[in-house]
C-alpha cells in the first residue's frame, strides 16, 4: 500500500514522556536514580562566571601603567565590594590623594603593568535546573543533568512564546472556536493554565498576564497582535526566553483557527490536573514544538513498557492535519491515497492523497507534501 512521511504532530492520551535535565555547565547533581520529583524541585546546579569589567586603573590615577602595582590595595583573587577602594596613588610630597574604586562587586582577575588596566571578574551566577514534569529520574549523567520520566497526556503545539511553566488545567472557552478575550480572564485563573478555542485577542493575554495567568492554550493568534506583544518581528528565531510573564501554546496557526476537536477534548477531559507546557519553538533544522505535558499517575516500569516504534507514515484512516493554503490548519482523515503522480496547479507533478475533513465538505485532493500527520 504507498504511503508518506510527514512530520508527525503528537497529541495522545498516554504515552512515555522523556525530558533530558541539563546543565549548561558541569556542575552539581542533587538528586539520584529512583527518586520522584514534582516540576518546581531542583535537579542539578551550577554557577555561571561572572562577567569581565576592565578598568584602566593608571589612567583614572595618573601614574604610569608599569607603577600601577605599587598603587594597588588588593592583589589577584582578592574578594572586592562595588564602590571599594581598589588602588590610591600620592602626588606632591604625598599632599593630593587620587583613589580608584571597583565598578562590580566580585574578584580581582587580572593586572596588567603594560595597559595599565585591572580586570575585575563579577559574583559567579547560580543557576538551577529544575525537573519541570512531575515524575522519576530515570538516569544520572554526573556533573551535567538526569533524564525524568513520566506517563501522561501529551499534545504538541505548532508555535508557541515563553519558557516552561507549570499549573493547574482550566477550560475557559465553551467550544473549539469560541473566542478568548478579556472578559473571560478573572482573579479566578491566577496560577492556572488555560484553555481557550480558536483564538486570543491581545487584550486578553495581557489581562492574563497582570491576573497571574501562568499560562494558555489556545488554536490561534493573530501575527500583528504578536508581533505587537513582543515589540519585534520573530523570522525564524527560536522562542522560549520571552520574559514576558506568561507562556503561549498555538496548537493550529496564525488568525482565528479552531482548535482540533481532538486536542480540545483531550485537555479538557484532564480538566483540574497538574499540566506542565512549554512555549519554546523553532522550525528550522532541530524542530523544537511547543507542548503540554499532564503527568498522570502510574508507574513507568510495569505499567507503561517501553518500545520501538516504527512509524508506518500516512494510511487510509490516518488522522492529518493540512499545513499549506487553501486547507491550512484543517483536520481530517484520508480517504484514499492514489499511487499516480498527478498534475497540481503549478503544472508540476506530485503524489497526492484523498482527505475528508472533519468539518465537513466535499472531499479533498491535496499533495502529500502538504500535510503532517497527527500521532494520537
Known amino acids: 500500500m504507498a504511503h508518506a512521511y510527514t512530520p508527525g504532530l503528537k497529541v495522545t492520551e498516554k504515552t512515555l514522556i522523556k525530558k533530558k535535565r541539563i546543565l549548561p555547565l558541569k556542575g552539581e547533581v542533587v538528586v539520584k536514580a529512583g527518586d520522584k520529583v514534582n516540576p518546581e524541585d531542583v535537579v542539578a546546579r551550577?554557577?555561571?562566571?561572572?562577567?569581565?569589567?576592565?578598568?584602566?586603573?593608571?589612567?583614572?590615577?595618573?601614574?604610569?601603567?608599569?607603577?600601577?602595582?605599587?598603587?594597588?590595595?588588593?592583589?589577584?583573587?582578592?574578594?572586592?565590594?562595588?564602590?571599594?577602594?581598589?588602588?590610591?596613588?600620592?602626588?606632591?610630597?604625598?599632599?593630593?590623594?587620587?583613589?580608584?574604586?571597583?565598578?562590580?562587586?566580585?574578584?580581582?582577575?587580572?593586572?596588567?603593568?603594560?595597559?595599565?588596566?585591572?580586570?575585575?571578574?563579577?559574583?559567579?551566577?547560580?543557576?538551577?535546573?529544575?525537573?519541570?514534569?512531575?515524575?522519576?529520574?530515570?538516569?544520572?549523567?554526573?556533573?551535567?543533568?538526569?533524564?525524568?520520566?513520566?506517563?501522561?497526556?501529551?499534545?504538541?503545539?505548532?508555535?508557541?512564546?515563553?519558557?516552561?511553566t507549570h499549573g493547574e488545567l482550566k477550560?475557559?472557552?465553551?467550544?473549539?472556536?469560541?473566542?478568548?478575550?478579556?472578559?473571560?480572564?478573572?482573579?479566578?485563573?491566577r496560577g492556572k493554565i488555560i484553555i481557550g478555542g480558536s483564538l486570543v485577542t491581545a487584550e486578553a493575554l495581557r489581562k492574563a498576564i497582570q491576573e497571574g495567568v501562568k499560562g494558555i492554550v489556545v488554536g490561534g493568534f493573530d501575527d500583528k497582535d504578536l508581533r505587537d506583544f513582543l515589540g519585534y518581528d520573530l523570522g525564524v528565531a527560536i522562542t522560549g526566553n520571552e520574559n514576558k510573564g506568561i507562556t503561549l501554546v498555538v496548537t493550529e496557526?496564525?488568525?482565528?483557527?479552531?482548535?482540533?476537536?481532538?486536542?480540545?477534548?483531550?485537555?479538557?477531559?484532564?480538566?483540574?490536573?497538574?499540566?506542565?507546557?512549554?512555549?519554546?519553538?523553532?522550525?528550522?533544522?532541530?524542530?523544537?514544538?511547543?507542548?503540554?505535558?499532564?503527568?498522570?499517575?502510574?508507574?513507568?516500569?510495569?505499567?507503561?513498557?517501553?518500545?520501538?516504534?516504527?512509524?508506518?507514515?500516512?494510511?487510509?484512516?490516518?488522522?492529518?492535519r493540512a499545513i499549506r493554503q487553501p486547507y491550512f490548519g484543517r483536520i481530517g482523515t484520508v480517504t484514499a491515497l492514489p499511487s499516480a503522480l498527478q498534475k497540481l496547479e503549478s503544472e508540476s507533478l506530485a503524489r497526492v492523497l484523498e482527505a475528508q475533513f472533519e468539518d465537513g465538505g466535499p472531499k479533498a485532493i491535496i499533495p502529500r507534501a502538504n500535510v503532517e500527520l497527527l500521532d494520537e
Open 253 to 320: 496557526g496564525f488568525g482565528k483557527i479552531n482548535m482540533a476537536n481532538h486536542t480540545y477534548n483531550l485537555l479538557k477531559s484532564k480538566e483540574g490536573q497538574l499540566a506542565c507546557i512549554n512555549g519554546a519553538t523553532q522550525i528550522r533544522a532541530g524542530v523544537i514544538r511547543p507542548e503540554v505535558v499532564i503527568p498522570a499517575e502510574g508507574d513507568i516500569h510495569t505499567e507503561f513498557a517501553e518500545k520501538k516504534v516504527i512509524s508506518k507514515g500516512v494510511e487510509i484512516g490516518s488522522p492529518i
Open 46 to 164: 551550577t554557577e555561571l562566571p561572572g562577567t569581565v569589567e576592565p578598568i584602566n586603573v593608571a589612567n583614572i590615577l595618573g601614574v604610569p601603567p608599569e607603577d600601577i602595582n605599587e598603587c594597588l590595595l588588593k592583589n589577584v583573587g582578592d574578594e572586592i565590594e562595588k564602590g571599594e577602594i581598589i588602588a590610591k596613588s600620592k602626588s606632591f610630597f604625598g599632599l593630593f590623594t587620587s583613589t580608584c574604586q571597583a565598578t562590580i562587586s566580585g574578584t580581582i582577575e587580572n593586572v596588567s603593568s603594560i595597559t595599565g588596566q585591572v580586570l575585575l571578574r563579577g559574583k559567579p551566577m547560580p543557576v538551577e535546573v529544575k525537573a519541570y514534569l512531575k515524575g522519576e529520574i530515570t538516569e544520572i549523567f554526573p556533573d551535567e543533568g538526569v533524564e525524568v520520566q513520566t506517563l501522561g497526556a501529551f499534545a504538541q503545539g505548532i508555535f508557541g512564546i515563553g519558557g516552561e
Open 171 to 189: 477550560v475557559v472557552s465553551p467550544t473549539t472556536d469560541s473566542v478568548l478575550e478579556e472578559k473571560d480572564i478573572t482573579s479566578e485563573l
